[in-house]
């Protein structure tokens, strides 16, 4: 099994920032892709960025040049730092990990959430 916890979430005005950080541990051989997904209330959860293993990124338009995916391979942590925030950012956050546990088995883990509330 792998657990996934998620800090750094919390309340700031519009045009802040904050920086989110997600740590995986238990049974892990390597992490394939770590990446972060949001779900705004009401709506359903969306892509927000991903980071592969070859270091590979990709970011959903609308955070696009505000916000920045980094890994740390060493600790098995993933980061999201989030630059001009907006109100429409406002959602829990997710952290995503696909983790090879075994040379032969791959499985997809959620963390639990970190809410990110943006006043106007």
């Known amino acids: 099994q792998v657990q996934l916890v998620e800090s750094g979430g919390g309340l700031v005005q519009a045009g802040g920032s904050l920086r989110l950080s997600c740590a995986a541990s238990g049974s892990i051989f390597s992490i394939k892709t770590m990446g972060w997904y949001r779900q705004a209330p009401g709506n359903r959860r969306e892509f927000a960025a991903v980071?592969?293993?070859?270091?590979?990124?990709a970011y959903a338009d609308s955070v696009k040049g505000r916000f920045t995916i980094s890994r740390d391979n060493a600790v098995n942590t993933v980061y999201l730092q989030m630059n001009s925030l907006k109100v429409e950012d406002t959602a829990v956050y997710y952290c995503?990990?696909?983790?090879?546990?075994?040379?032969?088995?791959?499985?997809?883990?959620w963390g639990q959430g970190t809410q990110v509330t943006i006043s106007s």
């Open positions: 995503y990990a696909r983790v090879m546990s075994t040379l032969t088995r791959v499985d997809d883990y």
């Open positions: 980071i592969i293993s070859g270091g590979s990124i």
